[in-house]
């Protein structure tokens, strides 16, 4: 029997410290709703413009030396890929990303400009994951999931170790609640492991909030059938994986979903009191807090995952007063 490796604290720990040896800390920003100081986590000002590239460098630098000469192979609609460019730019390994279509030109372009071949798929119609676990076998190389994969899991989790020594040194105390924005979970499940002590609810956009039905139910549970249309592109998960709602499932976290007007009012507020440019999956956490989905208390931390916009659609964002 084949035992499967499975995300833990010290692997949380061990790629904080990765992470810390090539960069310096995302800020962290501080401002008060209602009365309340909250702490931002801005992965939005990543190099990548996302948190992505985390897991992306803990999982890359665990490959042995024979087997980056084969490169890796991922799927993402921009940020993982992203990250995944960026790791193997830096590692000097190929790196091949099956990116749906209708990707937004940004991240498409991000991706490609760090060396990565792109491979087209249709989001409705075709498997992103079918796609890339046929290219990773005929080329020999090692098939990165988004979320789906223990050390990607640890690597986001960082994220979390280095909020709470920020959050330290600024005199706010430990993360007692973090808010995360969730797709499939990778995230979340390691500021989870990361921040034992800290509440965490996921919040997802509307029809798309299949880890909060998966949380509620005691079981996964997939976006349903036809869901609506939304503008966070790197939430569109159908299904979330068994690793990252074992996690989120035995801490206790809880979900929210919140509405697209709330998601735009959030990426003007960033906008407005932050000065950060936050894209829609990345500021679905700040509208949960901000429509009062998720109570406020004092050590609150939210995570602004990403800042990868279309330029054109934020700027309408920015224009409508919904």
């Known amino acids: 029997m084949t035992l ?18 090539i960069l310096p800390p995302s800020p962290l920003f501080v401002a008060e709703i209602r009365g309340i100081p909250v702490a ?13 590239l985390r897991g992306a460098w803990h999982r890359l630098t665990a490959i042995d030396g024979d087997l980056r000469e084969k490169g890796v192979v991922a799927f993402s609609s921009g940020n993982h890929a992203q990250g995944i460019a960026w790791a193997a730019k830096r590692l000097g390994m190929p790196a091949t990303i099956v990116m749906p279509a209708d990707a937004p030109k940004s991240k498409r372009d991000g991706t490609l400009a760090l060396g990565a071949e792109v491979v087209d798929y249709d ?3 075709e498997s992103r994951e079918k796609i890339a676990a046929h290219l990773a076998h005929a080329r020999g190389a090692v098939l990165v999931p988004s979320f789906d994969d223990p050390w990607i899991i640890e690597g986001q989790g960082s994220a979390g170790i280095e909020a709470a020594a920020q959050m330290a040194a600024l005199g706010l105390g430990a993360p007692r609640r973090v808010a995360v924005p969730c797709g499939g979970g990778g995230l979340s499940a390691g500021i989870a492991l990361g921040l034992p002590d800290a509440a965490i609810t996921v919040a997802e956009p509307e029809g798309w909030d299949d880890m909060r039905r998966s949380l509620e139910a005691g ?3 997939p976006v349903g059938d036809n869901p609506p249309p939304t503008a966070c592109d790197a939430l569109q998960t159908i299904r979330v994986s068994p690793l990252t709602f074992d996690v989120l499932s035995r801490r206790g976290v809880n979900g929210v979903a919140v509405s697209e007007a709330a998601i735009r009012a959030a990426q003007r507020w960033a906008a407005e009191k932050l000065q950060l440019v936050v894209e829609p999956g990345g500021a679905v956490a700040l509208a949960a807090v901000l429509t009062g989905q998720v109570a406020l208390e004092e050590g609150m931390l939210v995570i602004l995952s990403g800042g990868n916009v279309d330029m054109e659609a934020y700027g309408t964002v920015l224009a409508r007063g919904d």
């Open 219 to 221: 079981w996964i549970e």
């Open 123 to 125: 989001r409705m119609t």
């Open 4 to 21: 499967v490796r499975q995300p833990t604290r010290a692997g949380v720990r061990d790629a904080a410290a990765k992470i810390a040896a």
């Open 40 to 52: 931002f986590k801005a992965e939005c000002l990543q190099p990548i413009g996302a948190f992505k």
